[in-house]
């Protein structure tokens, strides 16, 4: 159930990952040079192919023919970076789109299931209204969590930040997932600090909407979803 929005919470932090990377590697050879750096257009062409930032392809030639063959190659070749350039922008756009628009559908999910809970099982008299704004409020440490995150980004090395967990405040964390089981992974992950934090900010919510509801089987019914939720995350890496 929280673990809907670790999944929206990487994809908004990925465009994030990649400027924080970018800006690592230039800081990494501004430390390096004890001299201001002077490179030819070869070299600067080198490094900019290296982190994935379209360059045109330079060539020698030996006569007038060559060098115009060569400058409409570049035009074409131009043409085409500009597309993929276009094609990444708009795939970025698509993907932070779908990131805010998977936060809202993950509230409404949440609060769906904590309708049913609360009506069916609890007899709360509740109102999915209520419980969308429970889950929204409930849901606010999670912009703790990825400002922690954002944070580690930059703290770390590039190739030492692992985006799926980003921070130590789970268990998963400190497993190795080259020699754990990657169901064992998923279990251990769930149990975060930031994920028991939403759920008794749930049970509490639901407590103050139910009125007669006392916080205990609250957090009873909140606790028993979530381990729902982790049941089936479990079983989806330990069949596939």
Not at 90 to 105: E, K, N
Not at 121 to 145: D, H, K, W
Not at 223 to 238: D, E, I
Request: aromatic fraction near 10%; charged fraction near 15%.
């Amino acid at each position: 159930m929280v673990g809907l929005a670790d999944h929206v919470f990487c994809d908004l932090c990925r465009p994030a990952a990649q400027l924080i990377c970018l800006c690592k590697f230039t800081s990494i050879l501004l430390e390096e040079s004890k001299f201001p750096m002077d490179l030819m257009e070869y070299q600067g062409k080198q490094y900019f192919a290296r982190f994935g930032i379209p360059v045109s392809a330079g060539d020698t030639a030996d006569s007038v023919e060559e060098a115009v063959a060569q400058d409409r190659h570049a035009d074409r070749d131009r043409h085409q970076q500009d597309e993929q350039v276009g094609d990444r922008a708009a795939r970025q756009l698509v993907q932070r789109a779908g990131a805010a628009a998977g936060a809202a559908i993950s509230a409404v999910v949440v609060a769906a299931m904590l309708l049913l809970a609360a009506n069916l099982m609890l007899s709360a008299q509740v109102t999915f209204r209520q419980l969308f704004a429970v889950t929204c409020y409930a849901f606010l440490p999670n912009l703790l969590a990825g400002a922690l995150a954002i944070l580690t980004m930059y703290l770390k090395q590039p190739e030492d930040f692992d985006l799926e967990n980003p921070t130590a405040f789970n268990i998963g964390f400190y497993l190795d997932p080259q020699t754990t089981p990657k169901w064992l992974v998923s279990v251990a992950s769930s149990v975060d600090l930031f994920s028991i934090w939403v759920l008794l900010l749930l049970a509490l919510g639901l407590t103050a909407a139910g009125r007669r509801l006392s916080y205990s089987k609250a957090l009873v019914a909140v606790s028993g979803l979530w381990l729902l939720w982790v049941a089936l995350k479990a079983l989806r890496y330990a069949l596939f």
